[in-house]
């Protein structure tokens, strides 16, 4: 899987402040994207955001309201405090705790801080075991990568089980992941080919079909799991983490 660029969610009032900061930062990751925000609209989750950007001058103090819940339910997503009105040491300062949260009072010194907070979030995205998903709907496929782009596993896809195969030779695969119906080698004929050369490989099974869950043929060849389409994301990630 491709090193997924860093998305920052914006949540800062004053607009043309929220737009310097885009211009500065964009720079510090190629891959940096950003998305506006309002305390209304910002959906936290850590699929999809890997640094919020709040600022802690917002009226009635609902900025605190946003960071302790941020803090709460997602307590390893870093937060970063900004207001140019700030009195903050060297412009840039991290708090003690066990989130990471730091305070900026200029763009600049955030941009030139920024790399090390990017450095902690590549750190803890490092793979440490790998995921074959086999499926022949590449929106299915993306959906997984997706998914899992901020997991501890390398994520790996393939849309035919011949070119699963050709990755089982290559790689070293942790965990496949098969979608059953699928054109030109149905996925029993996939597993049963897996088996030949991988007898212990866990296997799990993604599938619209619940009544697959107690097909003799997937007793047999000892599943590892199954998962019902279409997966929920929570689930998916639970089941993973238990078979890894």
């Known amino acids: ?53 709040l600022e802690p001058s917002m009226s ?31 412009d840039f300062k991290p708090l003690n705790g066990n989130t990471p949260v730091y305070l900026a009072g200029d763009v600049t010194a955030l941009r030139d801080n920024l790399q090390g907070i990017i450095r902690d979030i590549r750190r803890k995205e490092e793979p440490t075991k790998s995921i074959l998903f086999v499926d022949d709907d590449e929106n299915v496929l993306k959906s997984y990568a997706r998914v899992l782009r901020k997991s501890p596993w390398k994520v790996l896809t393939s849309s035919s089980a011949e070119n699963a195969l050709d990755i089982l030779k290559r790689e070293s695969i942790s965990l496949v992941v098969t979608d059953m119906k699928m054109p ?41 799991g199954f998962v019902e389409k279409p997966v929920d994301p929570d689930l998916l990630e639970a089941k993973l983490k238990e078979l890894l």
């Not at 605190?64 to 903050?88: A, G, Q």
């Not at 866990?202 to 047999?220: E, H, Q």
């Open 1 to 53: 899987m491709e090193k997924a660029g860093i998305v920052f969610h914006v949540l800062i009032e004053n607009g043309y402040e929220a737009g310097l900061i885009e211009q500065t930062l964009r720079g510090a990751d190629d891959e940096a994207s950003f998305v506006r925000a309002t305390k209304e609209t910002l959906q936290i989750s850590q699929h999809d955001v890997d640094i919020l950007l």
């Open 60 to 90: 009635k103090w609902e900025w605190i309201d946003v960071l302790l819940k941020t803090t709460r339910e997602h307590p390893d997503l870093p937060v970063i405090l900004y207001s140019r009105d700030m009195n903050v040491e060297n």
């Open 184 to 224: 030109q080698v149905h996925g029993i004929e996939l597993i049963s080919r897996i088996r030949e050369n991988f007898e212990k490989l866990p296997i799990m099974v993604c599938s619209a079909y619940p009544g697959m869950r107690d097909d003799d043929n997937l007793k047999f060849h000892d599943i590892a």
